[in-house]
């Protein structure tokens, strides 16, 4: 592996192996790559529970893999700058609609209590109905009181409008979610 991955240096580009070992990944190697500003490659391995929570937090990469040509194809594209990033939901808020208004500049607003997180106004939405998702899109507008706000926080209540859908019933579930890549 380590011969593999340094074959694919070029002269703009140079792949350094800094520690090879064979086991789980653990904590003192996310430390490692942490301090190196290094990706870390795990191959038929997988990384320890606290090992994951430590590189989310400190913002290190893990890649684990199980058959050599995808690794060596996916640091070939990286080294390229060719690799689509990956694009994750990341909820960040959750409220129930407690009732339904109609506004004559908005239309139907749901009246909302946000029961977890925040909502954002430039935040994706999804709405279920039940376990049945009904909308998913932008907010249309975010409302506190008479005042448009940017966020709302857990346990307040606000007004939400939904870009070009109006199909809003109490008991409604709300989720707030942005796309991180």
């Known amino acids: 592996l380590t011969k593999a ?12 192996v800094i520690h090879a070992m064979v086991g789980p ?6 430390n ?3 301090a190196s500003a290094a990706v870390m490659i795990g191959f038929n ?12 937090k400190e913002g ?6 199980e058959i050599i040509y995808r690794m060596t194809e996916d640091i070939e594209k990286a080294l390229q700058g060719m690799l689509e990033p990956e694009v994750k939901e990341k909820v ?3 409220a129930q609609v407690l009732q339904v208004f109609t506004a004559s500049k908005f239309g139907r607003v749901a009246g909302c209590r946000v ?5 954002r106004r430039n935040a994706k939405v999804k709405l279920y109905r039940g376990t049945d998702l009904v909308y998913e899109g932008d907010m249309g ?4 009181e008479k005042d448009d706000v940017k966020e709302v926080k857990q346990g307040y209540e606000c007004g939400v409008g939904f870009k070009g859908f109006s199909d809003i019933q109490p008991g409604d579930q709300l989720i707030c979610y942005i796309l991180e890549k």
């Open 92 to 94: 960040i808020g959750r």
């Open 141 to 144: 507008s975010l409302r506190h």
């Open 45 to 56: 391995v997988q990384a320890e529970v606290s090992a994951r929570r430590l590189a989310d």
């Open 60 to 65: 290190v990469d893990i890649r684990l893999y």
């Open 25 to 30: 990944i653990n904590e003192s190697d996310v």
């Open 5 to 16: 991955l340094e074959e694919l240096s070029t002269t703009e580009v140079k792949v350094k």
């Open 32 to 34: 490692l790559a942490r």
């Open 115 to 119: 029961t977890d997180g925040e909502l």
